[in-house]
T-cell receptor, first 113, second 115 residues
Framework: GDSVTQMEGPVTLSEEAFLTINCTYT??????LFWYVQYPGEGLQLLLK?????DKGSNKGFEATYRKETTSFHLEKGSVQVSDSAVYFC????????????FGSGTRLQVQP | NAGVTQTPKFQVLKTGQSMTLQCAQD?????MSWYRQDPGMGLRLIHY???????DQGEVPNGYNVSRSTTEDFPLRLLSAAPSQTSVYFC??????????????FGPGTRLTVL
């Protein structure tokens, strides 16, 4: 079945540092890929998405490129801020009958001033 | 639009009690789903619905029932709560079709503790 593997956290960075959160996936078809963010005490919000190979999703300074050859969708940001502290989830959806999202376990990011 | 709303925000139950978690959306989305979030496990699908009157099981359906009598509402019922159901529950919805790449919209969550 489908699965998503994320790097374990927490990831602790200083403000303005470079961020990478690794995400790899296993899927039988051609999934859409997502990054969701969960701020403390809140629900999940879509951060960015990519629907086909070589697409780059971007939002709020975050980027991720759909790499079919390496089955990866790593999240990057050039300069993190304290306000980026949250839990980040990588997810995929194959658009089959169930049409559900398969999530990774989440990576907690802590940005220190 | 209010988006996806969930009530209650917090709930404490005793083992064996029953309750219903409410979920509503005002975006006229056909597809709705329930997930539970547990530490280190991401979110796992409990039940989902592709439209009024149609529901199906997800990855972890045991101990939960759902119904979908209207497009707007998708309640989740715990018939006899167990400590293993202590979790944070999220409701989500999305429009039908694949035009958005299956992006889903999430509610704020219900934190449930079963003693």
């Amino acid at each position: 079945g489908d699965s998503v593997t994320q790097m374990e956290g927490p990831v602790t960075l200083s403000e303005e540092a470079f961020l990478t959160i690794n995400c790899t996936y296993t899927a039988t078809g051609y999934p859409s890929l997502f990054w969701y963010v969960q701020y403390p005490g809140e629900g999940l919000q879509l951060l960015l998405k990519a629907t086909k190979a070589d697409d780059k999703g971007s939002n709020k300074g975050f980027e991720a490129t759909y790499r079919k050859e390496t089955t990866s969708f790593h999240l990057e940001k050039g300069s993190v801020q304290v306000s980026d502290s949250a839990v980040y989830f990588c997810a995929l959806s194959e658009g089959t009958g169930r049409r559900a999202l398969t999530f990774g376990s989440g990576t907690r990011l802590q940005v220190q001033p | 639009n209010a988006g996806v709303t969930q009530t209650p925000k917090f709930q404490v139950l005793k083992t064996g009690q029953s309750m219903t978690l409410q979920c509503a959306q005002d975006m006229n989305h056909e597809y709705m789903s329930w997930y539970r979030q547990d530490p280190g496990m991401g979110l796992r699908l409990i039940h989902y619905s592709v439209g009024a009157g149609i529901t199906d099981q997800g990855e972890v359906p045991n101990g939960y029932n759902v119904s979908r009598s209207t497009t707007e509402d998708f309640p989740l019922r715990l018939l006899s709560a167990a400590p293993s159901q202590t979790s944070v529950y999220f409701c989500a919805s999305r429009p039908s079709g694949a035009i958005t790449g299956n992006e889903q919209f999430f509610g704020p969550g219900t934190r449930l503790t079963v003693l």
